[in-house]
């Protein structure tokens, strides 16, 4: 069974631009969660999407934003780039929407802005 | 709110030796705990959960965890650890009525010396 699969893997984009990530949860899985990964702040959930919808939001600026498809896949968006948005962004999948849900997390996208 | 704490960011101990990572959890409902391992340019990989029912976990690679209410804590042991085991490792909660949602702890560091 293929894992949660995160493309691209690594980015280098100049500050101001916009940037697309995306993620391809495990066959059957509903829900597709996102996470952002600095040495200074940790990890710092950004937002979840269930069937489509966006259930949970972190307290992320309006830059970042994010979409689930009909297939489940997700991206996320981040605009107007800041050099603090370096990170290591992890998008985590599970079968359904639950407190007691494990959630299988991918490699990650790890992104760098110049 | 609910959050947890790692007490320590980074540990070193000799193959073979006890592993101890702590954890202590605020939550004013039943929490649901997880910890969380890391290995280098890699995605998280669950090890164990509670979800309210045995307070003694046992997860993959020889790690267990034991929920204690009294102490609002849940440490992460191994009886011995192995070169193998050198990762960042993570504790995690589910907020009340935010399933799909993860609150790490800043994580903490193993390293393990031959």
């Known amino acids: 069974k293929a894992g949660v699969t995160q493309t691209p893997r690594y980015l280098i984009k100049t500050r101001g631009q916009q940037v697309t990530l995306s993620c391809s949860p495990i066959?059957?899985?509903?829900?597709v969660s996102w996470y952002q990964q600095t040495p200074g702040q940790g990890l710092q959930f950004l937002f979840e999407?269930?069937?489509?919808?966006?259930?949970n939001k972190g307290n992320f600026p309006g830059r970042f934003s994010g979409r689930q498809f009909s297939n489940s896949r997700s991206e996320m968006n981040v605009s107007t780039l800041e050099l603090g948005d370096s990170a290591l962004y992890l998008c985590?999948?599970?079968?359904?929407?639950?407190?007691?849900?494990?959630?299988?997390f991918g490699q990650g996208t790890r992104l760098t802005v110049v | 709110a609910q959050s947890v704490t790692q007490l320590g960011s980074h540990v070193s101990v000799s193959e073979g030796a006890l592993v101890l990572l702590r954890c202590n959890y605020s939550?004013?409902?039943?929490?649901?705990l997880f910890w969380y391992v890391q290995y280098p340019n890699q995605g998280l990989q669950l090890l164990l959960k509670?979800?309210?029912?045995?307070?003694l976990v046992k997860g993959i690679n020889g790690f267990e965890a034991e929920f204690k209410k009294s102490e609002t804590s849940f440490h992460l042991t191994k009886p011995s650890a192995h070169m193998s085991d050198a990762a960042e490792y993570f504790c995690?909660?589910?907020?009340?009525?935010?399933?799909?949602?993860?609150?790490f702890g800043q994580g903490t560091e193993l390293s393990v010396k031959p």
């Open positions: 985590a999948s599970s079968l359904v929407q639950g407190r007691s849900t494990e959630a299988f």
């Open positions: 066959s059957g899985h509903r829900s």
């Open positions: 999407y269930f069937s489509e919808t966006q259930r």
């Open positions: 939550s004013s409902v039943p929490p649901y």
């Open positions: 509670y979800t309210s029912a045995a307070t």
């Open positions: 995690a909660v589910t907020p009340y009525n935010q399933g799909g949602k993860l609150i």
